[in-house]
């Protein structure tokens, strides 16, 4: 089992930044990769950033704006957020990506933090 915790959401004005973070803890050894979605009301959850042995991957709306890093001694991803929009604005969830009996993957989710970008 893992666990995931997310913190770091908020308010904010357009224009400005919020650092979202997420600790993991539990069968940690088993993590291969980690990253974040996001789901705004009546839209499809999105993949925002991903990040697997040092390679990271970010949908086409974020890129240059959205930064994604890693931790590993607190077993920690970060998710830095830059210039945001209102079209930012969601509950965004944080994942762990593991690896079982070599061949078999399962994907663990935080709670949600919500992210508001509004004037």
């Known amino acids: 089992q893992v666990q995931l915790v997310e913190s770091g959401g908020g308010l904010v004005q357009p224009g400005g930044s919020l650092r979202l973070s997420c600790a993991a803890s539990g069968s940690i050894f088993s993590i291969y990769a980690m990253g974040w979605y996001r789901q705004a009301p009546g839209k499809q959850r999105e993949l925002v950033a991903e990040?697997?042995?040092?390679?990271?991957n970010y949908t086409d709306s974020v890129k240059g704006r959205f930064s994604i890093s890693g931790d590993n001694a607190k077993n920690t991803v970060y998710l830095e957020m830059n210039s945001l929009t209102p079209e930012d604005t969601a509950v965004y969830y944080c994942y762990a990506r593991t690896l079982y009996s070599d061949s078999y993957v399962y994907d663990y989710w935080g709670q949600g933090t919500q992210v508001t970008v509004s004037s």
């Open positions: 990040i697997s042995s040092g390679s990271t």
